[in-house]
């Protein structure tokens, strides 16, 4: 079993709605990453948690950090969103350990 | 502008030979990343190294090495060694210690035919 597991896997919906994307984690984490791929490869981070929430326009972060799960919200989804979310920890060791990604497709 | 580069972005290569992909960086990072990603995959740590002239294997080292003779440039050779060479190849950096805040390079697709 990965250390870092998300789902769903793959995720389409159309423009303006609600998306949620979650991670789940088997590890104790000093933070945790969401991070977008585009499709061309680059990747940008999105937000570090260790605890709480986090907003930044039309994106959210939680984490609870008992339950060892985080959810990425997307409101009002626009095709601009279709990219894949990837989900990321820090056990303490010098290395981030992933999960598989979240390819999400917001149709028109 | 500050950033990661990687060359080429797409690099075909034929069975047997090993290829060598670039990672440069002018951010002043002492720590960098060599990470591959196959498809359904998280982002799997190649080598790491958090200063120059040091570097140690993550954690699918087998069949690649890497050098770091200078600060900004880290490049990772796949060898005729790695059994399943085809893969996209990104390479990141980060202030020493500093391992959550990575900032990632556009990445290689590598396809061995």
């Known amino acids: 079993k990965n250390e870092v597991e998300q789902s769903p896997q793959n995720l389409t919906a159309q423009e303006g709605e609600f998306i949620t994307i979650n991670c789940s984690y088997s590890?104790?984490?000093?933070?945790l990453h969401w991070l977008q791929q585009h499709p061309g490869g680059g990747i940008v981070s999105l937000f570090m948690l260790s605890s709480g929430k986090k907003k930044h326009g039309r994106l959210i972060a939680t984490i609870n950090i008992q339950e060892k799960h985080s959810s990425l919200h997307i409101t009002a989804s626009h095709p601009r969103d279709s990219a894949v979310y990837i989900c990321?920890?820090?056990?303490?060791?010098?290395?981030?350990?992933f999960g598989q990604g979240t390819r999400l497709t917001i149709n028109p | 502008d500050g950033g990661i580069t990687q060359s080429p972005k797409y690099l075909f290569r034929k069975e047997g030979q090993n290829v060598t992909l670039s990672c440069e960086q002018n951010l002043n990072h002492d720590a960098m990343y060599w990470y591959r990603q196959d498809p359904g995959q998280g982002l799997r740590l190649i080598y790491y190294?958090?200063?120059?002239?040091?570097?140690q294997k993550g954690d699918i080292a087998e069949g690649y090495s890497v050098s770091r003779e200078k600060k900004e440039s880290f490049p990772l050779t796949v060898t005729s060694a790695q059994k399943n060479p085809t893969a996209f190849y990104l390479c990141?950096?980060?202030?020493?210690?500093?391992?959550?805040?990575?900032?990632f390079g556009p990445g290689t697709r590598l396809t061995v035919l």
């Open positions: 990141a950096s980060s202030s020493q210690g500093r391992v959550n805040e990575q900032f």
């Open positions: 190294s958090q200063i120059v002239n040091d570097f």
């Open positions: 590890v104790g984490i000093s933070a």
């Open positions: 990321a920890v820090n056990s303490g060791a010098q290395k981030l350990v």
